[in-house]
Structures are given as C-alpha cells and as structure tokens.
C-alpha cells in the first residue's frame, strides 16, 4: 500500500448544500470553511450542491448565490485550496470564469458517467484560466469498469488532472469500487490521478473510499459527520481516523474535525443525514442521492410513500439532474390509485 | 409552384429536416443538401433519394448552377459555422435564412408565439416575416417550452421562468454535446425576450437509458397571483397551437400550481425575493421518425418549427 500523502477534499459546503436545502447562512459557511482550513484538509468545495447556478426550481434555491458564498473565503484560507463544481447543462463556462475571480483555483466538472463529452468546452476553458480541473463521472454504478475508464480518458485527453469514480447514488459496493480502479490505472496515464466520491446510503462510505485508496485513488472525497445528500457522504472525521490507525498521513486533525462535525454540523440538520429507510432505498435502488428531500416533498405532497417514489425513479433510469421528474412519477402513482 | 430549399448541415437535423420537406412540405422541395463530409450518413441518403447534394459547404453550393433557384436556407449546422454561412448568403438579398443552430444573428422565432398577432404585440416582438432575412431557432428545448412560458405571460406577469430539457443521449449529435452551453445560454434569453419573463433560466440533461427516453420537457413559471383557471386554460390552448406543426407535443401531466407565499418568498439571482404564483407543467415531445426514431422529439419540434417558418417566410 502507498503511504504517500493522500488529497483530503471536504464536500461539507457543496454536497452538504443538499441536506439543508441550500441554506446555509453566508457568515456560517464561513465560519466552517475556516475551521475546515484550520483542522488541515486539503481542499474546500463551494457551490450550490448542484454546483455552479444550480439554484432552481428544479433543484432548490439556495440562501445566497454561489457569489455571495464564495465572497471573501479565499483570503481567509491558509493551507486548503478553494474548490468548486460545475455541471455542464446547468452552469456554464461564465459562472466559472466568476467563480475563478473570486480566488476558486481548483474546479470539478461533473458529467453524467457514458456522457464525458459535454465535459469538454468546460475543462478546456478550466485549464486556460489555470485551474487544476478533476472530472467528475456521475452515477458511476451505472456504467461497467472499462466503459466508465474509456469516459475517464475522455476528460484526461481534455486537459482533466484527476479523474472521479462518483458514487453519487451510494451504490457500489467494494468490488464494484475496485474493478473501477483497475480499469483506470490500466486505461489513464501515470500523471493523472484518481479520486473517489462516496455516498454511504449502503453505510460503505468509509470502506469504499478506503478500498478506493489502498487501489491507487489519491484524492479523497469525504464531509463532516458525512453531510451531504442521501445518507451523506463519507464521513471525513471517520475517515480520518481510519486513515491513521492504518498509518497513511495526512495533514488532518481528527480531533478538531470531530469537533466541528458534531459541535457545528449536526446541529444544522433538519432531517438527519444517516443510513435510515429512504436514504438505503436510494442505495438500493441505485438512485441520485440529491433525490431524497424532494422525493420526501412529493410523498407528503401527494400522500405517498418516500421509498416508492425513489425505486419508481430507479426503475426509470433517472440520471442526476431529472428532479422535474420526481413530481412525475408522483402524479403517475396518484393517478394510478 | 414549390419554391426550392437548401439545407447546410447533413447532421441528425439536417437529414431530419430533409425527410420532412420531401414527404410534407405542400410549399417547398428539396434543392440541395450541403455537407462538409462526403462520406456523411446525412449525404449518402440524399444521393440515394435522388436529392442534389454538395460536399463542399457554402461555398460550394454557391458556385452550383442550382443555387440561383434557391428560395431559402437552412442552417443546420453550428453557431460558429452559421455566422460563416450567412455572411456569404446575405450578399444575396432575395435569399430568406432559418438558422437552426443556436448563433443567433437574426431575432428568436417561436412559431406559436411570434405568429400569434395578440401575443406578437403584448411581447413587443416586432415580428416581421416578410422583411426579416434571418430567424434564429432558439434550441430544441426552446421550441418545447417558450410556447409555454408566453402562455403564462399573456395571463400574468412572468417575473421568473425556468425550464428543464431532457433528451435521449443517442438523440445528442456531437455539435450539441460540444456547446452545452450555447444552449442553456440560449434559451434562457429567449425565454426572457419571446416567453416574456423578467429572467430566465435553462437547463438540459442528456439521459442514456436503453431504450432511449423520449424527450421530456418541464416548464416552472413565478408570476404575480392570478386566475390559476385563466392560466390553465390559456397553457391548454398554447399545446394545442403547438400541437398544429408538432403533432407529438403533450402535456404529460394535469398542471401544477403552488403559492409562494409573501412571508415565505423564494431568493432568485438577478432579481431577489419573489412571492406569487409557482406553475409547473409537465410536458413529452414524442418525435415523428422521421431520421431518428420517435423518442427524438428533440429534433422533430426544432426541424417541424423551422420548416413552418421557412414556408411563411417565401409566401408572397
């Protein structure tokens, strides 16, 4: 196993966005994005959980823009590097040319994992204005390992210095997670690195990222007490400690992150981030974490069951992005009574 | 007599447009279709169907002894090809231009809105069919939801519209995938200058499930309270206007309304708290088959709104 130093990115303040329906109050964000800088991680993600003007309808609007939350972080950072994301479809390379004049030096493009292509324009335009750019394949379960290696290539031949497996629906399991790894260290240059995003809706958050590693990944993704959307993310004081007690170094304090997940974070949850009934359906079933707070809005809304919804929209083949499609399969199950 | 028709572009929209002239069109026949690639799909079916073709853009097709024949022309090919093209057109006046990419030179044109006398006034749209050389298309996913966003707009005070576009990836060509967001930028300013909302907003997502999805479209409005059975039945009418030149266009769903309240408003960038009335509709565009199969609704709304006003804009 490689005990060279991993990349710690903490997603608290972008993924995170999704189990507070992106309220987070700016002097809050704030106050967090420091301490994170403090407790040693290596990068802080910024956005609406959708990434860059991800406030929407569709997606939820956020307490501020993703310019108002920016605003004033980058000064205030001493070691992490200020991160963001974009979603082609949703962002555009403007909002990213906004983003960077506001001190964000590193940016993850996200796409869909069979369509890496749309990812182009986007991390071209990064890495001309200087970024260090990762790509970020989405929904990586759906796609077999050397497919979703092929879509990685993609993004590396645009310019992409990491490449993501993204288990945004928190499906994979650790072989899955493994195959992936294989399949990009034999298709991707030696120069390019790896990075793994968990969701922990089957509670594999840690040991995937884990598995992840101990397979070349050198960027990890993880989230105080795991906040993020469905049942959260991988939780970085968790996987912090684990990462010690295996002797692998990092430059983060797990006794100050402890701290800020349980002092700062947890308060802030209206709706628990955990493994529970709807979070392991989403798992389950293989669908888009984000899903779940709007799924639970049209189950009350229409007086259906959460879980139904979500494996109804599983059994659809809904990517990231479709939640117009939840009040959808809603009305489709109302007028089916 | 038919007038003549040249298509640039032997892409999935180019083709798709063609079939449609040759099989509907009671106005127009098939001049040319202009390719760059010889060996394209688009241009080997246009040999076999007996259609003149070129090979070499533009240019080439001006140097053809069939070019002083052509009425009109359409340009299915990119923003970036199509300011080429039409510099080399406009040098000929009589020649009217539907440009289907998202370059956008002429003014927007949504047939069911820009054609509707009331709404063409109310809007301020200053549609001038006979005079204007060139009308720009929006976006597929412009086609499918300004009608919806002017049907708001002719009841109430549109302060915010926002669409969502979802489309088969197989139904995605590579001109489409390489300028994702000269498509969200696009219809998000048409759904400002023809939908008539203060701000608009757009997104596309490209699903890949097998079999393909048809293509859905969603449409969120935030106007000022009003009559939610005024706007019902102003959205009814504007599909079925749609429905004349698309036949696969639906509402998927009974429409949707929800108050916003005052003490609880939403916080829009650009334009900061808002309150009043949320409208969603839910819609499907289920395609012709013309080219592609019938979840392509995505091509069949853009080639089907081209083709009507390529029609009006030659009658004399």
Redesign the interface.
């Known amino acids: 196993m490689s005990k060279k130093q991993v990349y710690i990115q903490d997603v608290t303040l972008r993924d995170g966005m999704h189990a507070i329906r992106h309220q987070y109050d700016k002097k809050r964000l704030k106050d967090i994005a420091i301490g994170l800088d403090k407790a040693g991680v290596d990068a802080i993600e910024i956005a609406h959980g959708d990434g860059l003007s991800g406030g929407s309808f569709n997606y939820g609007f956020g307490a501020h823009t993703d310019w108002d939350w920016l605003e004033g972080i980058a000064a205030e950072l001493n070691h992490a590097v200020l991160t963001t994301l974009l979603l082609p479809g949703i962002g555009t390379i403007d909002d990213l040319k906004k983003a960077h004049a506001l001190g964000v030096k590193s940016v993850r493009i996200a796409t869909h994992c069979t369509e890496a292509d749309v990812s182009k324009q986007h991390i071209e335009a990064a890495k001309k204005l200087g970024m260090d750019v990762g790509g970020f394949l989405m929904m990586a379960h759906m796609n077999e390992p050397q497919k979703l290696a092929e879509q990685a290539q993609l993004m590396e031949s645009y310019g992409a210095d990491c490449v993501y497996i993204t288990d945004s629906a928190g499906a994979l399991m650790m072989d899955g997670v493994i195959d992936r790894m294989k399949a990009f260290q034999d298709t991707l240059s030696d120069d390019t690195e790896i990075g793994i995003h968990c969701h922990h809706n089957l509670s594999l958050g840690v040991a995937n990222t884990i598995v992840a590693m101990q397979h070349g990944a050198t960027r990890l993704d993880a989230s105080l007490s795991g906040m993020g959307a469905g049942a959260g993310n991988c939780p970085l004081e968790v996987l912090i400690a684990v990462l010690n007690k295996m002797g692998q170094a990092t430059q983060a304090d797990v006794n100050q992150l402890m701290d800020l997940a349980d002092d700062v974070i947890r308060p802030l949850q209206e709706r628990p981030v955990r493994v529970d009934r709807e979070t392991l359906s989403l798992g389950y079933a293989g669908v888009y974490s984000s899903f779940l707070l709007h799924s639970e809005r049209a189950a009350q809304k229409y007086g259906l069951n959460t879980a139904d919804i979500l494996q109804e929209l599983g059994r659809r083949k809904m990517v990231g992005g479709q939640e117009d499609m939840i009040v959808d399969v809603a009305l489709d199950m109302v007028n089916k009574k | 007599m038919k007038k003549k028709a040249a298509i640039i572009g032997s892409g999935n929209i180019g083709t798709d447009l063609m079939i449609k002239i040759i099989r509907n069109s009671p106005a127009l026949t098939m001049g040319c279709l202009v390719g760059i690639d010889p060996n394209s799909d688009g241009l080997a079916r246009a040999q076999r169907m007996g259609i003149e073709i070129c090979s070499t853009g533009i240019d080439g097709l001006i140097q053809m002894p069939i070019w002083s024949e052509i009425d009109v022309i359409f340009d299915a090919t990119s923003a970036k090809a199509h300011h080429y093209n039409f510099d080399k057109i406009k040098a000929f006046p009589t020649k009217k231009v539907v440009d289907l990419t998202p370059a956008a030179i002429g003014p927007y044109m949504i047939p069911a809105v820009n054609l509707d006398a009331e709404l063409n006034q109310k809007l301020g749209l200053n549609t001038d069919l006979h005079h204007t050389l060139n009308y720009n298309m929006v976006t597929c996913g412009g086609q499918a939801t300004i009608p919806i966003v002017a049907a708001v707009s002719r009841i109430a005070h549109v302060y915010y519209g926002?669409i969502?576009a979802?489309i088969a990836?197989k139904s995605a060509g590579?001109g489409t995938?390489?300028?994702?967001?000269e498509?969200?930028?696009t219809t998000a300013e048409a759904i400002q200058h023809v939908g008539g909302a203060d701000r608009g907003?757009a997104?596309?997502?490209?699903?890949?499930?097998e079999p393909p999805?048809v293509m859905?479209d969603?449409v969120?409005t935030?106007s000022e309270p009003s009559d939610r059975e005024k706007i019902r039945a102003s959205i009814h009418a504007m599909v079925a206007e749609v429905q004349r030149y698309v036949p696969g266009y639906s509402l998927?769903?009974?429409i949707?309304f929800d108050d916003i309240p005052e003490e609880n408003p939403?916080?829009?960038?650009g334009i900061g708290y808002k309150y009043g009335l949320?409208t969603?509709v839910?819609l499907q565009v289920i395609g012709a088959g013309h080219y592609l199969p019938e979840y392509a609704g995505n091509l069949d709304i853009m080639t089907s709104a081209a083709l009507a006003i390529g029609e009006k804009m030659i009658e004399s």
């Open positions: 926002e969502v979802s990836s590579p995938r390489a300028n994702i967001d498509f969200t930028q907003k997104i596309i997502v490209l699903n890949p499930a999805l859905r969603t969120f935030l998927h769903q009974e949707q939403v916080f829009i960038e949320k969603t839910l």
